[in-house]
């Protein structure tokens, strides 16, 4: 088993950087720069699972020798895929949609060992139910900006923690990267945790 002590993360998410750095991870940054948009013909859970092995195929291109991990976070109401809000009054429209009611969260995941050439793919789905929203509250929390760069218009940390009446399953997976099946896919390709605590490089 090796030590893992470096990984480079194919997102811009600075919740999923954060996630990996509480690992002891010194997390290197870089953009995918896939198009993220909706692809008619594929399920919530399937675009998640496409999205994030895109993202981290296309780093590997990049950075060949590297351990690389991409996510993808998508909402699923009803079968139709809430991704990140284009512009507020689409962020109002998600959470309307949202308030009151179950939805599921689906956040896959990709993994590459670039010194062995092999790959780790998986999704987790959450379930996350709103308490109903009142106008005034949606319009509020809108104009916080919180909602424009997450799936659904909301994260489960912060000012939208206040949105949530339950969940049932992983609260990372809400965050957008179910912590616990990461480090056990590493471990599946051979990596252990470092034993003490990186700084970002």
Do not use: C, N, W
Not at 49 to 64: I, Q, W
Not at 102 to 110: C, Y
Not at 186 to 193: C, K
Request: no cysteine; hydrophobic share 40%; net charge neutral.
């Amino acid at each position: 088993m090796r030590q893992l002590h470096e990984i480079v993360l194919a997102s811009v998410s600075p919740r999923r950087k954060e996630l990996l750095s509480s690992l002891g991870l010194r997390v290197i940054v870089v953009p995918s720069e896939i198009d993220e948009g909706s692809r008619p013909g594929y399920q919530p859970r399937d675009l998640a699972e496409l999205h994030a092995g895109a993202k981290a195929a296309r780093v590997a291109e990049r950075e060949p020798k590297a351990v690389i991990l991409a996510a993808d976070t998508v909402v699923d109401v009803d079968g139709f895929s809430f991704g990140k809000p284009q512009d507020s009054a689409e962020a109002a429209s998600m959470l309307r949609r949202l308030a009151g009611r179950e939805h599921l969260v689906h956040t896959a995941f990709a993994l590459i060992d670039g010194p062995s050439g092999r790959r780790l793919a998986e999704s987790v789905t959450t379930r996350v139910r709103f308490y109903p929203l009142a106008p005034e509250e949606i319009e509020a929390y809108v104009a916080t900006g919180d909602p424009m760069d997450k799936a659904g218009a909301y994260g489960i940390q912060g000012r939208g923690a206040t949105l949530v009446e339950r969940i049932d399953g992983d609260f990372y997976t809400v965050m957008g990267l179910p912590l616990g099946r990461v480090a056990r896919g590493l471990r599946e390709l051979g990596y252990a945790l470092p034993e003490t605590r990186a700084t970002d490089r």
